[in-house]
């Protein structure tokens, strides 16, 4: 299983870096997400906007969420997974860099996010089919 087939099917997420802090909450709020990736006026991605930088960016520096923009307060891009890496790649990097999610490029092209949360529905999918194969095997 690569990472395209991870997010297939799924709708890529991203605002302008020019979007204020209100406006990113209240997308990332509507549609149940823990991110977003930032893009520039070009469309190129540059960074993430997550829950925790709401939190550590915004609030406790007691900044006006409706006048700061997402291209003040994302964190910058550290790290991206491409559609052909593995769920396991992706966990490695998630690991080495600290974070929860990781937006996935196809060559120079962002194509979508990739969250611990998708990579642990990936991981329960693949014991349960173990488990029935394992069933399977002691019930012959």
């Known amino acids: 299983m690569f990472i395209r087939d991870v997010i297939r099917d799924r709708e890529p997420y ?3 870096a020019s979007a204020s802090v209100l406006e990113a909450a209240e ?3 509507q549609r149940r997400i823990g991110a977003v990736c930032v ?3 070009e469309g190129k991605l540059i960074g993430v906007f997550s ?3 709401i939190l550590n960016r915004v ?3 007691r900044q006006d969420p409706e006048k700061v923009t997402l291209g003040a307060v994302a964190s910058p891009l550290r790290a991206v997974i491409r559609c ?3 769920p396991h790649q992706a966990l ?3 690991e080495q860099i600290g974070t929860r999610h990781l937006p996935v490029v196809d060559g120079e092209k962002w194509v979508g996010m990739l969250s611990i949360r998708d990579l642990l529905r990936v991981e329960l999918s693949e014991q349960g089919d173990e488990l029935k194969l394992l069933h399977d095997y002691i019930s012959q």
Request: glycine share 0%; no cysteine; proline share 5%.
């Open 51 to 53: 829950e925790r930088d």
């Open 39 to 41: 893009l520039d006026e």
């Open 84 to 86: 052909d890496e593995t």
């Open 92 to 94: 490695e990097r998630m």
């Open 59 to 61: 609030i406790v520096p």
């Open 27 to 29: 997308f990332m709020a």
């Open 14 to 16: 991203s605002l302008r």
